[in-house]
């Protein structure tokens, strides 16, 4: 195979790559969100919310099923401006960066939940999202900066 064909090969991979990242992003986080709003879910997240010091107060502020919905609520919301990156490539980015924050948070519940053992492989999978929100983040401001300047188009 010669060189401009596997340059040409390689942007398809990466492209291909990137919409299923982000698309894989903002599926899990609508996935995950609306189930926040069932009574197991609720129920499930409780002792890691109950925990943390980023988000104990909200059990004591909305209750255990108010608590979890409204960590649905922000899910969903990140997962729309994630989805916007088409359109809005700026919100897609600032909705990238919140997923990042939600997911540092998750990823605390490593070492502030009691016998974390059991929900541990299921928290890990959230370093493997936060790195592909830092990606997102980064891809959708640089998409930005591009069409607001036009001398940008080759970044």
Same mark, same amino acid.
């Not at 064909?5 to 982000?22: C, D, P, V, Y």
């Not at 649905?72 to 919301?77: D, F, R, T």
């Not at 490539?89 to 990823?107: D, K, N, Q, R």
């Given at each position: 195979?010669?060189?401009?064909?596997? @340059?040409?090969?390689?942007?398809?991979?990466?492209?291909?790559?990137?919409?299923?990242?982000?698309?894989?992003?903002?599926?899990?986080?609508?996935?995950?969100?609306?189930?926040?709003?069932?009574?197991?879910?609720?129920?499930?997240?409780?002792?890691?919310?109950?925990?943390?010091?980023?988000?104990?107060?909200?059990?004591?502020?909305?209750?255990?099923?108010?608590?979890?919905?409204?960590?649905?609520?922000?899910?969903?919301?990140?997962?729309?401006?994630?989805?916007?990156?088409?359109?809005?490539?700026?919100?897609?980015?600032?909705?990238?960066?919140?997923?990042?924050?939600?997911?540092?948070?998750?990823?605390?519940?490593?070492?502030?939940?009691?016998?974390?053992?059991?929900? @541990?492989?299921?928290?890990?999978?959230?370093?493997?999202?936060?790195?592909?929100?830092?990606?997102?983040?980064?891809?959708?401001?640089?998409?930005? @900066?591009?069409?607001?300047?036009?001398?940008?188009?080759?970044?």
């Amino acid at each position: 195979m010669n060189e401009p064909k596997i @340059a040409s090969a390689s942007r398809s991979l990466e492209n291909i790559g990137a919409h299923i990242l982000r698309y894989s992003l903002v599926f899990f986080l609508l996935f995950f969100g609306a189930l926040k709003w069932t009574l197991d879910e609720a129920q499930g997240v409780n002792p890691l919310i109950v925990n943390s010091p980023f988000l104990s107060w909200a059990n004591y502020l909305l209750g255990i099923q108010g608590a979890s919905e409204f960590i649905g609520v922000i899910e969903i919301a990140v997962a729309l401006l994630i989805a916007t990156r088409r359109w809005k490539p700026w919100w897609s980015g600032w909705g990238s960066l919140l997923a990042v924050g939600m997911f540092l948070i998750t990823l605390s519940f490593l070492f502030t939940t009691p016998n974390v053992q059991q929900t @541990a492989p299921f928290l890990l999978k959230d370093l493997s999202l936060l790195g592909a929100s830092l990606w997102t983040a980064g891809e959708a401001f640089r998409a930005f @900066a591009r069409q607001t300047d036009p001398e940008r188009q080759s970044i």
